[in-house]
């Protein structure tokens, strides 16, 4: 089945720096990577997704970059503000005919003001 | 009111009660999935269902039974919960298809 690697588990950075969350996955046939951010009490909720078909989305602060090729791809966050503070899940899925997500184990991120 | 609405939020209960954790939501998604979250481990498919009569397990099923009562209600047991089982639990729902999951708020299990 497909495993997915997540790097750093956490992560702080000063208020208006940039951050850069990274994963691997290791099944050839993914073709669909989300990225899901969970508030403090909250569920997670997808901020921004990609399929293999592009190598790179943003949406405002936020972008994400794909590397078929090493299996990899990453969450940036520029300018970076309090309410980015949060733990963020990568996962990948549709290897195999599968439409099952597979989670990384999620890097917390926090700011520092 | 949420798209998702899990009960309860939290529950505290002892070895060997049976326990039942409950998902209904209002977004019209046909299918409806249980993780499980645990500190360091990230979110792990407990069971998944894609419509009313469908029901598949999981990476983590041992332990757990599922039961779709209606499209929009999908609950989660514990026939005999063990301490190992104390995790903070998630149920999801997605349109077929289409990959995107809308999480509820979770439901903090405590098992003494």
């Known amino acids: 089945g497909e495993n997915v690697e997540q790097h750093p588990s956490t992560l702080s950075v000063q208020e208006g720096d940039s951050a850069v969350i990274k994963c691997t996955y290791s099944?050839?046939?993914?073709?669909?990577f989300p990225w899901y951010k969970q508030e403090l009490g909250k569920g997670p909720q997808l901020i921004i997704d990609i399929r293999s078909n592009v190598g790179e989305k943003k949406d405002q602060r936020i972008a994400v970059t794909l590397n078929k090729t090493a299996k990899h791809f990453s969450l940036h966050i520029t300018e970076t503000q309090p309410e980015d503070s949060a733990v963020y899940f990568c996962a990948a899925s549709g290897g195999a005919g599968s439409y099952q997500l597979t989670f990384g184990k999620g890097t917390k991120l926090s700011v520092i003001p | 009111d949420a798209d998702v609405t899990q009960t309860p939020r939290n529950r505290i209960t002892k070895t060997g009660k049976r326990i039942m954790l409950e998902c209904s939501q209002t977004?019209?998604?046909?299918?409806m999935y249980w993780y499980r979250q645990d500190p360091g481990l990230g979110l792990r498919l407990i069971y998944y269902?894609?419509?009313?009569?469908?029901?598949n397990k999981g990476e983590i099923s041992d332990g757990y039974s599922v039961s779709r009562q209606a499209q929009a209600k999908f609950s989660l047991s514990l026939e005999s919960a063990i301490p190992n089982q104390t995790a903070l639990y998630f149920c999801?729902?997605?349109?077929?298809?289409?990959?995107?999951?809308?999480f509820g708020a979770g439901s903090r299990l405590t098992v003494l």
């Open positions: 269902s894609f419509d009313v009569k469908d029901i």
């Open positions: 099944d050839s046939a993914s073709n669909y």
């Open positions: 999801a729902t997605s349109v077929g298809g289409a990959n995107v999951l809308t």
């Open positions: 977004k019209g998604h046909d299918r």
